[in-house]
């Protein structure tokens, strides 16, 4: 791994030494580990086509700048895993949250269609009751009918008796 520095980048044009490839050179400043702010040459190419043409130009950092680096670059990773687990966990939680809220749907969604079949029998039951309270209905006014029948005839007939006992006593 390196990174590009504003005072040393680019191609090393004085220099007679090619690559494996055959190519000019670049210098690259390496960042990692001990090594990290060392200049070196190696390989124009950035890609998986690099060679593994290496030529240091800063000589190695003393022992306890190599130690001091090595500590902070393990830090570095410390920290990186710490953030790793921090949003794994983040993630998971996320995971399991999106699962409750499905369940909480598919829930949801069962109460939905309780609710529709009950408003559906309590439709039923009801077209039922008006049918019956229609048949109701109907017999009532058949009872009416009859009573006014009734009614009419002990009407008609008192009227007769009404009519024939005074002409008996006449007679
Ligand atoms: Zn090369």
Redesign the pocket.
């Known amino acids: 791994m390196d990174v590009d520095d504003i005072e040393w980048y680019g191609w090393e044009m004085d220099s007679v030494v090619r690559?494996?490839?055959?190519?000019i050179?670049v210098r690259r400043v390496a960042f990692e580990g001990c090594f990290t702010g060392r200049r070196f040459i190696?390989?124009?190419?950035d890609d998986e086509?690099?060679?593994d043409?290496l030529s240091w130009y800063d000589p190695e950092w003393p022992p306890t700048m190599q130690r001091a680096l090595e500590k902070l670059w393990g830090m570095g990773e410390a920290k990186e895993k710490q953030i790793h687990a921090e949003l794994n966990s983040l993630m998971n939680k996320m995971f399991e949250d999106k699962l409750t809220a499905e369940k909480e749907v598919v829930k949801l969604q069962g109460e939905a269609d309780s609710l529709v079949e009950e408003k559906v029998k309590l439709h039923t039951q009801f077209l039922k009751m008006e049918a019956e309270k229609e048949i109701v209905f109907q017999k009532l006014q058949e009872k009416k009918k009859w009573i006014l029948i009734a009614v009419s005839c002990n009407v008609t007939l008192v009227a007769v008796l009404a009519y024939v006992i005074p002409l008996k006593i006449i007679m």
């Open positions: 690559c494996r490839c055959g190519q050179p190696s390989c124009c190419y086509t690099r060679c043409f």
